[in-house]
């Protein structure tokens, strides 16, 4: 009899402990959303302080190549919609460009972000773009637009790595963001 209320006893414990473990991934750990920010990111990804030594893209983007390190500062545009859906992937554009109707009215221009104003060679000189990767080396699965102050035509300083620098392309792997001034 005692065997039997043992075993009852185990197998109501494993059940419990099953149940306890449902809707967490395999690891056995629940994804965790701290302050806003999606748990496909990394943690530290969003800096205290803006990095020092932020060079502006257009400075910076001749001299870089494929795994040097770099800190660029930007703002959020170039497109219509600068951040890629469901991906943590957006464009910056040097700061020194005027985005639409910037110094005038503003109000004319739905888009300022898009830098329509803009010839199209001067958007793709001064700007890049920024993703955040994953340990296989893709694109996270993570919408940014709107996460801890990102938003188009917000001000970033991005520490990152290089990971394509030809044809006046440049994409820098994030390993880390300061939205701000």
């Known amino acids: 009899m005692v065997r039997i209320l043992i075993t009852v006893h185990a197998l109501v414990l494993v059940a419990a ?3 306890c473990d449902r809707g967490k991934p395999a690891g056995g750990k ?13 943690p530290g990804l969003f800096l205290a302080a803006a990095p020092a ?20 500062v ?33 109000d004319s221009c739905k888009t300022p972000w898009d830098y329509c104003c803009e010839p ?16 296989e080396g893709q694109p996270v699965k993570a919408e940014l637009n709107g996460v801890r102050g990102l938003k188009p035509l917000a001000t970033v300083t991005v520490i990152g790595t290089v990971a394509k620098a030809e044809g006046g392309n440049l994409v820098v792997s994030a390993s880390g963001f300061f939205v701000g001034p």
């Open 120 to 135: 199209v060679d001067s958007i793709t000189a001064n700007s890049a773009t920024i993703q955040v990767v994953g340990p």
């Open 17 to 19: 402990l099953a149940a």
């Open 53 to 72: 030594d932020a060079r502006d893209i257009k400075d910076a983007k001749g001299a870089l190549k494929a795994g040097d390190k770099v800190v660029l």
């Open 30 to 42: 629940a994804p965790q959303v701290s302050a806003g920010i999606p748990a496909a990111l990394p």
């Open 74 to 106: 930007g703002r959020i545009g170039g497109s219509e919609e600068p951040f890629v859906a469901e991906r943590a992937i957006f464009t910056i554009v040097d700061r020194r460009v005027k985005a639409c109707g910037e110094g005038t009215a503003m």
